[in-house]
């Protein structure tokens, strides 16, 4: 991508001549013009005029660094960016680039999926161009026990991003994200620790932006919908991300300096999960129902059953409907 044409395209504010450019990057009129080419191809909109030069008038909405990366401003996450038109899995992509020493706030973004998937093993329809699929890259100083709290954390940056286009999230615990009970959003966090020493946090979020009704496979189309089928119009998918990443940046650096109570204090605000009747089943296939009452300082579920207060810290909860 031709980073420092469109750096002077935006700089300008209006027409820039070809003849300024060459002179300021220290190139020939030819290369200018060959990188302007370049940008139309990737989907920039602009404009020439004799005697003028060019103007910028638009920029595509694709999941691109130099659009992402545009007036981010965050202090740590997503100060790098790096982004695919497709890999297998956003986060297997950022896992080997953390083992190889990818610095803390690192951010992967792929334009398609093959093979995400979300908590359980479950597969996460992700098609080209519809959604956003990133992962983030996070170096801790809490200690491992901690780490699993990324996981609401990350549903209530999404949440907040969510507020600022107009839509009201609800989070099913521990961290789906869901509109009239259809998943909107799912959050996979997986982690890297010695006994008492986080090595790295990735946090996937997979979120459906401009999905159709149509468009979702047949299996899913009862239980998925997108952000665009709740608003009634398409989102930008470049400035989600961005405040997704600023929303991220502020609760992370927060949770460095205070600890995951703000965090959850935030999460039961959004929670549908809580004072409903549940059922649960656990890693070990064990299954009981009762009502979630909150969540513990450690961010696991509380449900009272006839027998009494059970603590859910992993497992498939399913809220139960009235009588």
């Not at 899913?220 to 930008?236: C, F, N, Y």
């Not at 009494?308 to 810290?313: E, M, N, P």
Request: charged fraction near 25%; proline fraction near 5%; glycine fraction near 8%.
């Amino acid at each position: 991508m031709s980073r420092d044409v469109l750096e002077l395209l935006r700089a300008a504010g209006g027409y820039i001549s070809g003849e300024k450019m060459a002179e300021r990057l220290g190139v020939t009129r030819a290369a200018v013009w060959k990188k302007i080419a370049a940008l139309r191809d990737a989907g920039y909109d602009i404009s020439s005029a004799p005697r003028s030069g060019y103007v910028l008038r638009s920029a595509p909405d694709r999941l691109i660094e130099t659009e992402i990366s545009q007036d981010l401003k965050t202090a740590l996450v997503g100060r790098k960016v790096i982004c695919y038109d497709v890999v297998d899995s956003t986060n297997l992509v950022l896992k080997n680039l953390a083992r190889e020493g990818a610095e803390d706030g690192t951010v992967v973004v792929a334009d398609s999926q093959g093979t995400g998937r979300g908590r359980m093993e479950r597969a996460f329809f992700s098609p080209p161009g519809k959604g956003i699929w990133v992962s983030i890259l996070l170096r801790p100083t809490f200690l491992p026990q901690d780490a699993p709290k990324c996981t609401l954390m990350a549903a209530v940056a999404v949440a907040r991003a969510m507020e600022k286009f107009g839509l009201r999230a609800a989070i099913k615990w521990p961290n789906d994200i869901l509109h009239d009970g259809r998943k909107l959003v799912g959050i996979l966090t997986e982690m890297s620790a010695e006994m008492d020493c986080v090595n790295y946090v990735v946090i996937g979020i997979g979120i459906n932006v401009n999905i159709a009704p149509e468009e979702f496979p047949a299996e899913l189309r009862a239980i998925a919908t997108s952000l665009m089928q709740m608003k009634g119009a398409p989102l930008p998918r470049v400035a989600f991300l961005q405040e997704l990443l600023r929303v991220l940046d502020d609760l992370y650096a927060s949770v460095q300096r205070e600890g995951f109570a703000p965090v959850l204090a935030a999460w039961r605000e959004y929670a549908v999960t809580l004072g409903q009747e549940v059922r649960v089943i656990g890693p070990a296939g064990e299954e009981f129902e009762g009502v979630a009452v909150d969540i513990d300082a450690e961010g696991a579920l509380l449900v009272d059953t006839a027998e009494g207060r059970r603590r859910v810290l992993a497992g498939d909860v399913s809220i139960r409907p009235r009588a």
